[in-house]
């Protein structure tokens, strides 16, 4: 099983980006789809953005369509969430996700293994 550590996150003012990697160990990153969730305090995690294991397909929540960009190196092993234009509603801890499946999908319970997730903070 993949396991996952995210890094990036931070406190930004709004309007400004941070950059969010999720690195992975093991040599079967390559085989899986990933995800973006977030989770603000008091509120259900939910989903930002997924990829899938070449890369080529993408799939963004409504809410951070043509904000954020979610991106992959499998060389790497590692996933990325370029999140720009950055609003104090985005304030939530965010974490990686992996679906050995290849889905691409939106559901949290779709996903094997999960981050520990790191903590997004934009102050207005």
């Known amino acids: 099983q993949v396991q996952l550590v995210e890094s990036g996150g931070g406190l930004v003012q709004a309007g400004g980006s941070l950059r969010l990697s999720c690195a992975a160990s093991?040599?079967?990153?390559?085989?899986?789809?990933m995800g973006w969730f977030r989770q603000a305090p008091g509120k259900e995690r939910e989903f930002v953005a997924a990829i899938s294991r070449s890369g080529g397909g993408t799939y963004y929540a409504d809410s951070v369509k043509g904000r954020f960009t979610i991106s992959r190196d499998n060389a790497k092993n590692t996933v990325y969430l370029q999140m720009n234009s950055l609003k104090p509603e985005d304030t939530a801890v965010y974490y990686c996700?992996?679906?050995?499946?290849?889905?691409?999908?939106?559901?949290?319970?779709?996903?094997?293994?999960w981050g520990q997730g790191t903590q997004v903070t934009v102050s207005s």
């Open positions: 093991g040599r079967t990153f390559s085989m899986y789809a």
């Open positions: 996700a992996a679906d050995r499946l290849n889905r691409v999908a939106t559901p949290a319970v779709l996903y094997d293994a």
